[in-house]
């Protein structure tokens, strides 16, 4: 089978010798040149650079001109999944189209299906039709978000719709953005629960439910963020199989959020890849199973056995933590009350940047970008959930006194 990847995460996360047999497989990665910097030189197959500087699918296909036809398009970043769809179809590869992908995509789209499913979301509308004048099915506190965001970028959150459509109406769109390309949703409270796995067919094979610590939108405002492992009984199977197969996920990894009322679980969004941070890394501890290997394995080998995934005991949970570092104002920070934590028999892996280490000032979820990120466990849920709350309390990170003397 003729293999074509869009590189872009690094092999330390997604281990491509774990989950391809290059033996079998003619396989090509295509990429920037940084990005494609990152694969191993150890790693066998086909090395494409592309510009960079236009429409991925564009770049792809004008790179792979005169070439023989791939068999198969693999993308595992959020970002490529649109174009690795425009790439199959021009180019003719079996596998999801864009109109399969939208709705993992699109949060209108992704509600509206989860609506049509019978599934409970969060009332909404897209922000042209709010603007122009439809009636608004809610009241009090209201989101305004990108269609195709991720990690909460460009997400607000007002008192009422109508403060949303104000500020938008006097305010505009970040980078003025188009209207057409934002929604409106009721806000729904409550805590915030993860499922993760992988779905083959249709049918999520193994997953495990986490609830957050703090919010992603928290996060992108400057608090910290983590998550704890939690039970995954069958009422949270049968809903995670439910918003899988209302938005089309099939073979895939998936990463969807619901938020917990009263009344039962609440779809929030969903994505057809693994979720960031430290989810892949405990997920795997939790369960034995590497996602991101596991599902190049599961697209490249039709037919193959679905992983074993050891149940881990009510004991054996897990979770990350990421403090923020896009928010403080300087490439270098100082960090002060995080040894009690650093070196508790709680904590698994603790990354910690020093002051002259630099910290991304783009909002990043990976470790290497942050002041601090870490895995804690195992242990049971309530003992880690407290661990993180007193961790995210007593830990100060502050922009370094001397940033300014960094070029």
């Known amino acids: 089978m003729r293999i074509l990847i869009l590189h872009r995460i690094t ?18 990665f295509i990429g ?8 191993p030189a150890r790693l066998p197959g086909t090395r494409i650079e ?8 564009t770049e792809v296909v004008t790179a792979l001109a005169g070439q023989p036809r791939p068999d198969l398009v693999i993308a595992q970043s959020e970002f490529d999944l649109i174009a690795a769809a425009r790439i199959r179809e021009a180019l003719g590869v079996p596998g999801p189209r864009e109109a399969d992908v939208l709705p993992v995509r699109d949060k209108v789209m992704m509600k509206a299906a989860a609506s049509r499913a019978g599934l409970r979301v969060p009332r909404y509308l897209p922000l042209t039709s709010a603007l122009a004048g439809a009636a608004i099915g809610w009241s009090g506190r209201t989101v305004l978000k990108p269609l195709d965001g991720a990690s909460s970028q460009g997400v607000r959150v007002f008192d009422t719709a109508e403060a949303a459509l104000a500020a938008v109406r006097h305010d505009g769109l970040p980078s003025e953005a188009d209207p057409s390309g934002f929604e409106i949703e009721e806000f729904v409270g409550g805590p915030i629960i993860h499922i993760d796995g992988l779905a083959v067919d249709g049918t999520p094979v193994t997953l495990q439910a ?5 919010t992603c939108l928290g996060y992108a405002e400057g608090s910290p963020l983590g998550s704890v492992q939690t039970d995954t009984p069958p009422a949270v199977v049968e809903w995670t199989t439910a918003c899988l197969q209302a938005v089309g996920i099939t073979t895939s990894l998936f990463h969807l959020e619901g938020i917990e009322t009263p009344d039962g679980l609440v779809f929030l969004e969903v994505a057809s890849r693994f979720g960031g941070a430290g989810v892949a890394d405990t997920f795997e501890l939790a369960t034995g199973v590497h996602m991101p290997s596991v599902q190049l394995r599961a697209l490249s080998t039709p037919g193959a056995s679905a992983p074993e995934a050891r149940d881990a005991g009510p004991d054996a949970r897990y979770g990350w933590f990421i403090f923020p570092g896009h928010t403080l104002g300087g490439r270098f ?8 934590f650093r070196h508790s028999p709680l ?22 970008d942050v002041p601090i990120a870490g895995i804690v466990g195992p242990a049971p849920t309530a003992v880690l959930e407290q661990f993180m709350r007193d961790m995210f309390a007593s830990i100060k990170v502050t922009a370094a006194d001397k940033a300014a003397n960094h070029v």
């Open 11 to 28: 092999d330390d996360i997604i281990r491509y010798a774990d989950g391809l047999d290059f033996d079998a497989h003619e396989v090509t």
């Open 50 to 57: 592309r510009p960079g500087t236009g429409a991925t699918e």
């Open 32 to 39: 920037t040149a940084e990005r494609m910097a990152t694969l």
């Open 333 to 340: 920070c100082t960090i002060k009350g995080a040894d009690e």
């Open 347 to 368: 904590t698994w892996r603790w990354v910690q940047r020093t002051e002259d280490e630099p910290v991304s000032q783009a909002l990043s979820y990976a470790e290497y």
């Open 210 to 214: 986490s609830r957050y610590i703090g």
